[in-house]
């Protein structure tokens, strides 16, 4: 485990950027974080579009199906700030590939084009494919065998389905949300201690508390949240 935890901006820099824009990413970058986390799904004409929800309602005024919409369409949703929908190759073509990138998968369908978007682009050390769903991840390896995988998990039952997978898919990294964590207490330590006994690094989210990412940050490999500049400051303190 490092010294601290890399730093992921969770769908860029959404505190003060619209969430999931090539602008949000960049801000996340140039203010200290080590990484950024990403969504994508398939448009209706084939594209990874980098978005979270299955429609453009929450983040634009017009409502739009990913999977039923062109690129083009989809295009139309106005996100502000300038900004509209990227795909996962234009995210590939603007960050520089010293910047982790975690791609959630959200849904199957979109996994063929995401694999084939890391090897096109060469990002497959910088690169984590990371899903809740386990049939993704299994896709993704029996696409690539070097491409790096990571489980979301939500559940003890999904993390140990993960300890048990670790070997079989070669997965990279567990993923667990900070409430989860923090609902297991004492337990925590021995779900840590057991992902770092099978070889899982271990990236949290989304942690927007200072005190919160203090308590963690020596306990796991990556911290993902919302708010780059402020867990930065706490990652980065002296002595912490």
Partial sequence: MPSRPLLIGHRGYPAKFPENTLLSFLAALYYGADGV???????GDGYPVVIHDEDTGRVSSVRLEVKKSTLRELRSAYLGAGQVIPTLGEVFKLLPKSALVLVEVKDVDVVEEA??????HGREESTVLISFMPEA???????????????NVDSLDKAGWGFEKKGELALYSLNPPVEGLEALGEKALGYLSKAREVGLKVFLWTVNDAETALKWSRLVDAVMTDNVEAIREVLHRPGR
């Fill in 37 to 43: 986390e990403l969504d994508v799904w398939l448009s």
């Fill in 137 to 151: 991840l299994e896709k993704a390896r029996s696409l690539s065998e070097t491409i790096r995988l990571g489980l």
């Fill in 115 to 120: 694999v084939r978007l890391v090897r096109e």
